[in-house]
């Protein structure tokens, strides 16, 4: 019998990690394809110029101003979201787990297009004569967390929240359903903000999402797993490209696609109060540019970094775009594992 179990398990691990292949393996064969049009096309992503409290953003355009003299093609999500969609559709069979986010997934990254289509159309200038305005972009990734958290609590009915380390459950009832759409707005919204140097959001979306692969496996929830895996599998051909100097950008199609993914995978894996752990680095992104806006207005200019959000703080400070990345790739893989840690205390110690 435990021979039997182990034959199982086995072979659901191997599917899984199959998923994951596939992932990158599909991924790597869209790129080309990606690569001729946006070339060809010119799908560039215009330099920003204004920073989000309306103001000349000096230091930016200094900091990134060979970036500027070079053509970058932006929108390469999609070549993510294809991937992961078509893999998770055709070959990872467990609906009832993967329905949910891959929807998720797919909405948002519909939002995250339009505005990366409007930029790539407009002509460079201020933020908002080539992006959709922030009111707008909160407002349609706020419809699909709404839609996402209504089938969460009246479709899986779910109405608690996991307690890590103690173990115990939170009842809050059709609360449930507010809280699922702050946990994935604002994930969407950090991985966002985290995408602006080359390799830094493809990484550390990888480092959270293999983190959160292991907790759904270890649940039980082998459909979760495989999604997680087929996503990290897929980041990990776009990081290839991605990484300095960078040959393409996500864009928002990637960002706010896998930004919603993982908050709705962290309340899917009942694990949302772990989620800030596993992230930590999204929340150090996102925190330091709220901070920053907060201290301009209340504080007459005055800022609390030389630039937000806090990667471009250190370069500003004078390390090189790849220790920026590099150094965050490491606190990141920290923090997953210290929630792996607190998940595992909380459930089988």
Same mark, same amino acid.
């Given at each position: 019998?435990? %021979? /039997?179990?182990?034959? *199982?398990? !086995?072979? %659901? /691990?191997?599917?899984?990690?199959? /998923?994951?292949?596939?992932?990158?393996l599909i991924s790597m064969i869209i790129t080309p394809l990606y690569t001729t049009l946006a070339y060809r096309y010119e799908w560039w992503k215009k330099p920003r110029t204004t920073a989000t409290t309306g103001e000349k953003a000096k230091m930016f355009t200094k900091l990134h101003a060979e970036k500027h003299r070079r053509h970058?093609?932006?929108?390469?999500?999609?070549?993510? *979201? $294809?991937?992961? *969609?078509? $893999? %998770? /559709?055709?070959?990872?069979?467990s609906r009832e787990q993967t329905w949910l986010p891959v929807a998720a997934f797919a909405g948002a990254a519909l939002v995250g297009l339009l505005d990366d289509i409007i930029n790539i159309k407009g002509s460079t200038g201020t933020l908002e004569k080539v992006r959709l305005s922030a009111k707008l972009k909160l407002l349609l990734t706020t419809l699909v967390a709404v839609v996402g958290g209504w089938f969460f609590y009246y479709k899986l009915d779910v109405s608690s929240i996991h307690i890590p380390v103690v173990g115990t459950q939170l009842e809050v009832g059709w609360l449930i359903i507010p809280i699922f759409v702050f946990v994935v707005v604002a994930t969407a919204n950090a991985v966002n903000i985290s995408d602006g140097l080359d390799g830094l959001a493809g990484g550390l979306t990888a480092i959270a999402f293999g983190a959160y692969a292991v907790i759904a496996a270890l649940e039980g929830s082998f459909g979760i797993a495989g999604f997680c895996l087929t996503i990290v599998g897929a980041l990990l051909s776009y990081t290839w490209f991605n990484i300095f100097p960078a040959r393409f950008f996500m864009g928002d199609a990637g960002s706010f696609a896998l930004g919603t993914a993982l908050g709705v995978v962290a309340?899917?894996?009942? !694990? *949302?109060?772990?989620?800030?752990?596993?992230?930590?680095?999204f929340v150090a992104e996102a925190g330091s540019s709220l901070l920053q806006i907060a201290s301009k207005r209340l504080r007459g200019g005055k800022k609390i970094f030389k630039i937000a959000p806090i990667h471009h703080h250190f370069e500003a400070s004078g390390w090189p775009e790849t220790k920026v990345t590099m150094r965050f790739w490491v606190l990141g893989q920290v923090a997953a594992v210290t929630g792996l840690i607190l998940f595992l205390l909380g459930n089988y110690i």
């Open positions: 019998m435990e %021979t /039997l179990y182990i034959a *199982v398990q !086995t072979d %659901t /691990l191997i599917r899984m990690l199959l /998923l994951g292949f596939l992932g990158f970058i093609p932006t929108m390469a999500g999609i070549i993510t *979201v $294809v991937a992961v *969609v078509l $893999v %998770t /559709l055709l070959f990872n069979l309340m899917l894996t009942n !694990t *949302v109060l772990l989620l800030p752990i596993i992230g930590i680095m």
